[in-house]
């Protein structure tokens, strides 16, 4: 989606399933590009029994595109 942003809301603690339409214009294309962008955490800075010290962010189960 070249130039072409969305903004979704996103909820933590559980998975989720996210929908969003793909312009027609990009139908039939052989590649399309995806970016996510979320902030990180450090899970040893928000648990205090943790020694899990590695930037973590998204945790992505699948990414499936319908026709």
């Not at 450090?42 to 930037?55: C, G, K, L, N």
């Amino acid at each position: 989606m070249v130039g072409t942003h969305l903004t979704l809301p996103v909820s933590s603690g559980q998975w989720r399933t996210y929908r969003f339409p793909i312009p027609a214009s990009l139908a039939g294309q052989q590649r399309l590009e995806l970016g996510l962008n979320a902030p990180i955490f450090i899970p040893a800075h928000v648990t205090p029994d943790s020694v899990d010290t590695r930037p973590l962010s998204l945790m992505i189960n699948a990414v499936q595109i319908e026709t």
